[in-house]
């Protein structure tokens, strides 16, 4: 299974967005069942904070626009994974001696979701993000 990552969902919401073609295939796909994959729930949450913000997302989505795309989210095939009991652990073990600092935290969390849901690969832009992360394999699609 493999999980798409926020930016994906970004690219596929926004025409104007050079990666809006190749993303917008990739999630159609998986919104039929076309293909194995996921969203999680902090991924639907970043989604919505990034489209209705206009200094992110031009032109940005009304709350209305960003909460029908979510609900069709959940209408479609697209698999929606949420943190286990053991998520957070997980999550303070992959920080371990790193210096993690800022919003890269959550970058941990979602590592430690799909871990805990037996998701190993993540579609994304960010592939730097999840690199060093032990059982995470980060496929940029908008690449291929």
Not at 39 to 63: H, I, K
Not at 101 to 123: K, W
């Amino acid at each position: 299974m493999i999980l798409l990552d926020t930016n994906i969902l970004v690219h596929a919401a926004g025409t104007k967005s050079p990666g809006h073609a190749g993303a917008k295939e990739l999630r159609d796909r998986a919104a039929a069942g076309e293909m194995d994959a996921c969203v999680a729930a902090q991924v639907l949450a970043e989604f919505y904070a990034v489209v209705t913000d206009p200094r992110r997302f031009q032109p940005a989505l009304t709350p209305a626009q960003a909460q029908r795309d979510l609900r069709s989210y959940f209408s479609s095939r697209l698999r929606v994974i949420l943190p286990k009991e053991t998520t957070l652990s997980r999550m303070l073990s992959m920080v371990g001696s790193r210096s993690v600092r800022g919003g890269r935290i959550f970058d941990l969390f979602l590592a430690a979701t799909m871990l805990d849901n037996g998701v190993q690969t993540i579609y994304t832009e960010n592939i730097r993000d999840f690199e060093r992360l032990d059982g995470i394999e980060a496929i940029n699609p908008l690449l291929l």
